[in-house]
């Protein structure tokens, strides 16, 4: 009997782990990179991959277009702050199903900021991900690149850099406080055959100095992730950028909060078809593993290099600011049964509920090279949110 790519696809991956733990354990980081990442057996990389319903999981995007909406407002309002410039640069980095971009896209051009202004940019590292977005975009005026400096030299690039969900991705370190100190967690096979994973002597220098720059002091027997792939990549974007502005969404908080005493266990999960797992080393390259973002430390990263913060804040003050509950009674309009019009802004009302998403996910937004304080920022709460006038198109002719 032929065996199906699946099955192709799980033994390559775990020839792949087993090669990384050759000589012994491996860091947690390598083999979260490994199952989400890999080439060929990489949950991300997966040709039956899938985002919304019916797939993997959920992203804001996925459950109500309102979210790309208001982020388009924002956006709009950055390219005022700009000097309305005649081109209007947009990097989004990781975007999954493509249903952002699209949005957004879709918002702009209502908002009469049209494809003679916006020039629009994905870096995606997922071969799989990035077919399935070029479908959905054909229509709108989309490029792919490979990496920042493929864009534009390095502090030369103006416009505006967009990511959701992206950090919480990025394969993490694991650390334990034990009674020695500072412990790092590895990854090994187990006598079952399972993978599991150990406590291992820290293999990277800069742990400890995360948690100093932080202020933390783990517990003994306290578990948690240290995400200095975050920090390399918001350095990166921020050196790399000239002038313009960083909007980033995800879930996770400031260091107090991520790190927090009563998650002695840490942030990492995992989620096998829609489900929370407790095990990330359950399903190998068949999950998505996840943990918390640290915005105190991208924070940090930033003011390294000139990224001034305006703020940060939880995804439904920040949709509730750029006028999604507008969007949500517009939703309703006409339907005359409650229980109907209820169904249809629910969705709406999970993107900003603080006991749903509008909670648990963050917004930091950080400028460079541009003049701005927080008063002047619709997302923020201190200007008016974006209205379809002329006032946002350069091109708009005279009546």
Same mark, same amino acid.
């Given at each position: 009997?032929? !065996?199906?790519?699946?099955?192709?696809?799980?033994?390559?991956?775990?020839?792949?782990?087993?090669?990384?733990?050759?000589?012994?354990?491996?860091?947690?980081?390598?083999?979260?990179?490994?199952?989400?990442?890999?080439?060929?057996?990489?949950?991300?990389?997966?040709?039956?991959?899938?985002?919304?319903?019916?797939?993997?999981?959920?992203?804001?995007?996925?459950?109500?277009?309102?979210?790309?909406?208001?982020?388009?407002?924002?956006?709009?309002?950055?390219?005022?702050?700009?000097? &309305?410039?005649?081109?209007?640069?947009?990097?989004?980095?990781?975007?999954?199903?493509?249903?952002?971009?699209?949005?957004?896209?879709?918002?702009?051009?209502?908002?009469?900021?049209?494809?003679?202004?916006?020039?629009?940019?994905?870096?995606?590292?997922?071969?799989?991900?990035?077919? !399935?977005?070029?479908?959905?975009?054909?229509?709108?005026?989309?490029?792919?690149?490979?990496?920042?400096?493929?864009?534009?030299?390095?502090?030369?690039?103006?416009?505006?850099?967009?990511?959701?969900?992206?950090?919480?991705?990025?394969?993490?370190?694991?650390?334990?406080?034990?009674?020695?100190?500072?412990?790092?967690?590895?990854?090994? !096979?187990?006598?079952?055959?399972?993978?599991?994973?150990?406590?291992?002597?820290?293999?990277?220098?800069?742990?400890?100095?995360?948690?100093?720059?932080?202020?933390?002091?783990?517990?003994?027997?306290?578990?948690?992730?240290?995400?200095?792939?975050?920090?390399?990549?918001?350095?990166?974007?921020?050196?790399?950028?000239?002038?313009?502005?960083?909007?980033?969404?995800?879930?996770?908080?400031?260091?107090? &909060?991520?790190?927090?005493?009563?998650?002695? &266990?840490?942030?990492?999960?995992?989620?096998?078809?829609?489900?929370?797992?407790?095990?990330?080393?359950?399903?190998?390259?068949?999950?998505?593993?996840?943990?918390?973002?640290?915005?105190?430390?991208?924070?940090?990263?930033?003011?390294?290099?000139?990224?001034?913060?305006?703020?940060?804040?939880?995804?439904?003050?920040?949709?509730?600011?750029?006028?999604?509950?507008?969007?949500? &009674?517009?939703?309703?309009?006409?339907?005359?049964?409650?229980?109907?019009?209820?169904?249809?802004?629910?969705?709406?009302?999970?993107?900003?509920?603080?006991?749903?998403?509008?909670?648990?996910?963050?917004?930091?937004?950080?400028?460079?090279?541009?003049?701005?304080?927080?008063?002047?920022?619709?997302?923020?709460?201190?200007?008016?949110?974006?209205?379809?006038?002329?006032?946002?198109?350069?091109?708009?002719?005279?009546?």
């Amino acid at each position: 009997m032929n !065996r199906g790519g699946k099955e192709i696809r799980r033994e390559v991956l775990e020839a792949a782990l087993d090669e990384a733990a050759k000589g012994g354990p491996m860091s947690f980081e390598t083999f979260m990179d490994l199952v989400l990442y890999h080439p060929e057996g990489g949950f991300y990389t997966r040709p039956e991959m899938r985002v919304g319903t019916g797939g993997d999981f959920h992203t804001s995007p996925t459950i109500h277009p309102a979210f790309g909406t208001c982020v388009a407002r924002q956006i709009a309002q950055f390219w005022v702050l700009l000097g &309305k410039p005649t081109e209007l640069p947009i990097l989004e980095l990781g975007a999954g199903s493509g249903q952002l971009a699209d949005q957004v896209l879709t918002e702009l051009d209502r908002l009469q900021l049209s494809w003679r202004t916006v020039r629009y940019h994905i870096l995606e590292r997922s071969p799989a991900l990035r077919d !399935r977005q070029h479908s959905l975009l054909s229509h709108h005026p989309v490029t792919w690149v490979d990496s920042l400096d493929a864009l534009a030299p390095p502090g030369t690039w103006r416009g505006i850099v967009l990511s959701n969900e992206l950090f919480d991705a990025l394969p993490v370190r694991r650390v334990l406080m034990s009674d020695q100190g500072l412990a790092e967690i590895g990854v090994m !096979r187990g006598t079952n055959g399972r993978w599991r994973q150990v406590g291992i002597t820290l293999t990277e220098p800069r742990l400890e100095t995360y948690l100093a720059e932080a202020g933390i002091t783990l517990q003994p027997s306290q578990q948690a992730e240290i995400n200095l792939r975050a920090v390399d990549l918001m350095e990166a974007i921020a050196s790399w950028l000239g002038s313009g502005f960083v909007l980033t969404i995800d879930y996770g908080g400031p260091a107090e &909060k991520v790190y927090a005493l009563h998650r002695k &266990k840490g942030t990492i999960r995992g989620y096998y078809r829609q489900l929370p797992v407790d095990d990330p080393m359950l399903h190998p390259g068949e999950q998505d593993l996840t943990s918390d973002v640290d915005f105190s430390a991208l924070i940090r990263a930033g003011d390294r290099h000139a990224l001034t913060t305006l703020g940060l804040l939880p995804q439904g003050q920040f949709l509730v600011n750029l006028g999604i509950q507008d969007l949500e &009674k517009e939703a309703a309009k006409g339907i005359k049964s409650e229980l109907e019009a209820d169904y249809a802004t629910s969705g709406i009302r999970k993107l900003y509920h603080p006991a749903a998403m509008g909670g648990g996910f963050q917004v930091l937004l950080q400028a460079k090279g541009v003049t701005v304080t927080p008063d002047r920022i619709a997302g923020l709460g201190g200007a008016p949110i974006p209205r379809r006038a002329g006032i946002w198109n350069p091109f708009r002719r005279a009546r």
